[in-house]
């Protein structure tokens, strides 16, 4: 008799797996709720025990915590145990106080949330901040009286404690840094006990996401100002449309269509992709690895497909043949915008962020001939727009 993986995971949990947060269960779209229905789906029983940070860690070190959340991967804890994929993006900006715009680095006045992910990072890159509070509230008053010039915070933690306390958001100067994924720390020690419980957490987190992490208004539009325009240059060009229409003059029959598409991610899961290096060698894919070369790391992947939504040229393997169900070639066809940016999301295998900036492709009587689908770096795209 076989064993499930998630039935063997309930079979070897002796006790309940004990977790520590310091996230608010009152909040909305909290960590709390998405470890709740992870572990609910994987029949894992578990004890949450409310406490700050540094004693969360302080427990997992002394083996009295199997893990904690929503954490980052900290040097200090690298020996201890293995964070999850990303269960939550925070999107960390620095925000300057108006009046110390300009100020150089060595006199600029650092504050601070104590024991917070933004303090552990301080201490890793050796800033020494002079002043610490205990809330989010408080720093955003210190900062508003200039008794410091500069904070590092997640984007929507700024607006929504700016909101509340009445302070003008827009006269602050906001440079991007970088996302930080979160996720569950959980100790080698319950790991050697649970090999599979990271694997099996991992596969759940998508389907207990409260929502996908989406770019705010304002990184939209400074990727728009970016990259449309040679992206639509792109779409347009003599090449892509050619090859869009041959293609189209060649439509599949569902059964075929869909025999390919599965062959195509057996071999990229085999990791033997014959079809995506024989489309990888057409001229049209080189082109678009060409056209990729030159935006200097901003693109990740480029894909070119047909009305049918199957692909026409790549700049590198995707992970399918068939395009035509998922969002980025749907949405183009469905809204009166020329384009449709995705959700961000996080490539675990490269540690990047990615976004894919998708446009029709139009022949010369004006008709969807197809879509072009651009993978843009999003923190590269947003770090250009700081200079």
């Not at 009046?99 to 552990?120: F, L, W």
């Not at 992206?231 to 090859?243: D, F, H």
């Amino acid at each position: 008799m076989l064993i499930s993986p998630i039935l063997s995971l309930l079979l070897l949990s002796s006790s309940p797996i004990q977790l520590g947060t310091n996230v608010p269960v009152t909040s909305p779209n909290n960590a709390s709720r998405q470890v709740h229905c992870i572990l609910q789906q994987l029949r894992m029983p578990y004890q949450l025990q409310t406490l700050p940070w540094l004693r969360a860690r302080q427990e997992v070190r002394m083996q009295r915590l199997d893990g904690y959340f929503t954490a980052i991967l900290l040097a200090e804890m690298q020996h201890y145990g293995e964070l999850s994929a990303p269960m939550f993006l925070e999107n960390w900006y620095w925000f300057t106080h108006p009046d110390s715009i300009g100020k150089s680095d060595d006199t600029i006045v650092y504050g601070v949330i104590r024991g917070s992910h933004q303090a552990n990072w301080y201490e890793f890159t050796g800033i020494k901040p002079a002043v610490e509070v205990n809330t989010l509230s408080e720093l955003m008053q210190v900062l508003q009286r200039q008794r410091i010039d500069k904070v590092l915070l997640d984007l929507e933690d700024f607006a929504f404690a700016a909101e509340q306390l009445a302070i003008d958001a827009r006269s602050y100067r906001r440079d991007f840094f970088r996302y930080v994924p979160l996720g569950l720390f959980v100790s080698y020690q319950f790991l050697q006990q649970h090999p599979e419980f990271l694997s099996q957490f991992n596969q759940h987190i998508h389907t207990c996401a409260q929502a996908p992490f989406a770019l705010s208004p304002i990184e939209q539009e400074q990727i728009l100002q970016l990259l449309l325009t040679p992206i639509k240059q792109l779409a347009s060009s003599t090449a892509v449309i050619e090859g869009v229409l041959a293609s189209n003059t060649k439509p599949m029959p569902p059964t075929q269509l869909h025999a390919k598409d599965q062959q195509w991610i057996d071999e990229v899961e085999q990791m033997e992709p014959q079809l995506g290096r024989r489309m990888l060698q057409q001229p049209l894919s080189q082109f678009l690895q060409q056209w990729q070369q030159q935006q200097a790391g901003l693109v990740n992947e480029i894909i070119v497909t047909d009305q049918q939504g199957k692909n026409v040229a790549i700049s590198a393997i995707t992970s399918d043949y068939w395009q035509g169900n998922e969002a980025k070639f749907l949405n183009v066809f469905q809204q009166d915008k020329d384009y449709f940016l995705d959700a961000v999301v996080f490539d675990a295998s490269t540690q990047r962020f990615q976004v894919q900036l998708s446009l029709a492709i139009v022949d010369e009587a004006g008709q969807h001939s197809g879509v072009l689908t651009v993978g843009i770096d999003v923190e590269q795209a947003l770090r250009r727009n700081n200079y």
